[in-house]
Nanobody, 124 residues
């Protein structure tokens, strides 16, 4: 069982930065692929970035390439999402997730554990 708690969302102007944090419980954290998804208003949840258990591999959506960076600190059971050069289209509820199976890290269905979400709003 894994419990996830996100923090760090807020309101920021376009071009600004935010760092999201996700604190996880569970002894298997360091073996688990973690990811960030987001859900814009009125739209489906979409993949943002993922990171392997050891942190040596990362995966990202093209829409956030070179702007967002995922990282993790296994000693603190925490995963981060550094978001730079934010755009209004980045406005969404951002969710942290722990992967539970499957081979496609971008699919919502392959993540059984989710945080409650944190709102990120980017004004123009």
């Amino acid at each position: 069982q894994v419990e996830l708690v996100e923090s760090g969302g807020g309101l920021v102007q376009a071009g600004g930065s935010l760092r999201l944090s996700c604190a996880a419980s569970g002894r298997t954290f360091s073996f688990t692929t973690m990811a960030w998804f987001r859900q814009p208003p009125g739209m489906e949840r979409e993949f943002v970035e993922a990171i392997s258990g050891s942190g040596d591999r990362t995966y990202y959506a093209d829409s956030v390439k070179a702007r967002f960076t995922i990282s993790r600190d296994n000693a603190k059971n925490t995963v981060y999402l550094q978001m730079n050069n934010l755009k209004p289209e980045d406005t969404a509820v951002y969710y942290c997730a722990a992967r539970s199976g499957g081979t496609d890290y971008t699919r919502v269905e392959n993540y059984a554990y989710w945080g409650q979400g944190t709102q990120v709003t980017v004004s123009s």
